[in-house]
């Protein structure tokens, strides 16, 4: 079946401007992840939603950061005046239940010039 | 905050030989996972070993997992120029959430 999808896969956008980035998760997981992840480094968690229950905001940056879901289905995630710093490769993982193996996306490239 | 660290940073082999990666983490687990990384995009899930269990294998995969000493090994037979990427160990500590490490990037040459 279809995997994860993200959008787009490339982004540039002026320092200040505000992004808006979309995940497809696999159809039936009921948990979605997003992750950043800076040149060379390992993953930074930032968000988690499972069902209908209250996301799990503790990993988002600033409150530039947000994120919203639609029931189990799309996810987006918004950063509003963008910084330099913002440039990462921001990755969408969803799975089955709350545990177990996570099923990455092919992420979203943002530059932030 | 990154729970796992792999080691080594990075590695490079010959085609054919095996490659070994380290992974020590610092609190109780639930599970551990290692996922490979090609070309800094998507992750790949290759394995996931539980807190009870001690070896586990996938096909010219081989990871271990000694709680005592909170570390976790991987290891990669007969390599192949396919198996070139970054791998990633990740710690369920008892929640939904995974720490990653930042990663041994192994490179097989032909």
């Known amino acids: 079946g279809a995997g994860v999808s993200q959008s787009p896969s490339n982004k540039v956008t002026e320092k200040g401007k505000d992004v808006e980035l979309r995940c497809d998760p696999i159809?039936?997981?009921?948990?979605l992840y997003w992750y950043r992840q800076r040149l060379g480094q390992g993953l930074e968690f930032l968000i988690y939603?499972?069902?209908?229950?209250?996301?799990?905001k503790s990993g988002l940056p600033s409150d530039r950061f947000s994120a919203e879901r639609t029931g189990e289905s799309v996810s987006t995630l918004t950063i509003q005046r963008t910084q330099q710093e913002d440039s990462a490769v921001y990755l969408c993982?969803?799975?089955?239940?709350?545990?177990?193996?996570?099923?990455f996306g092919p992420g979203t490239r943002l530059t932030v010039t | 905050s990154q729970q796992g660290e792999e080691d080594p940073q990075a590695l490079s082999i010959q085609e054919g030989e095996n490659a070994t990666m380290n992974c020590s983490y610092k609190?109780?687990?639930?599970?551990l996972q290692w996922y490979r990384q090609n070309s800094g995009r998507g992750l790949v899930h290759l394995i996931l070993?539980?807190?009870?269990?001690r070896e586990k294998h996938s096909g010219r995969l081989r990871v271990t997992l000694d709680t005592s000493k909170k570390s976790s090994s991987l290891l990669i037979t007969a390599s192949r120029a396919a198996d070139t990427a970054s791998y990633f160990c990740?710690?369920?500590?008892?929640?939904?959430?995974?720490?990653f490490g930042a990663g041994t990037t192994v490179t097989v040459r032909a």
């Open positions: 159809s039936g997981h009921t948990a």
């Open positions: 070993i539980r807190s009870n269990e």
């Open positions: 990740a710690t369920d500590a008892n929640d939904y959430k995974l720490s």
């Open positions: 609190t109780s687990i639930n599970n």
């Open positions: 993982a969803s799975s089955p239940g709350a545990r177990g193996p996570q099923y």
């Open positions: 939603f499972q069902g209908n229950s209250a996301p799990d």
